[in-house]
């Protein structure tokens, strides 16, 4: 079966930096599209990022030029580097692998506090 772990959360304060990793197992990695969702408290679960099989690349508004999303397909690994953290960026971060709409798979998501 299809399993992504993810890695990399924790408590940082504002102005620092974390970097997520999201491994897969059970899957072609490199067929799939790859993205980090964020859920804040209170919140819908909304994309931040995600990088296609062929390398294209999407942000949220809210985190262009602050974070960067990168794929290791050797290593079936994707990762969120996340730079000049705020606030408002706390939330549980899920890694997400889709082929389709109608083929998607889910991490156990990650815990990212930014505060001082």
């Known amino acids: 079966q299809v399993q992504l772990v993810e890695s990399g959360g924790g408590l940082v304060q504002p102005g620092g930096s974390l970097r997520l990793s999201c491994e897969g197992s059970g899957l072609i990695f490199r067929a799939y599209t790859m993205g980090w969702y964020g859920q804040a408290p209170g919140k819908e679960r909304e994309l931040v990022a995600s990088v296609t099989s062929t390398g294209s690349t999407n942000y949220a508004d809210s985190v262009k030029g602050r974070f960067t999303i990168y794929r290791d397909n050797a290593k079936k690994t994707v990762y969120l580097q996340m730079n000049s953290l705020k606030p408002e960026d706390t939330a549980v971060y899920y890694c997400?692998?889709?082929?389709?709409?109608?083929?998607?798979?889910w991490g156990q998501g990650t815990q990212v506090t930014v505060s001082s």
């Open positions: 997400n692998a889709a082929i389709t709409s109608r083929t998607s798979y």
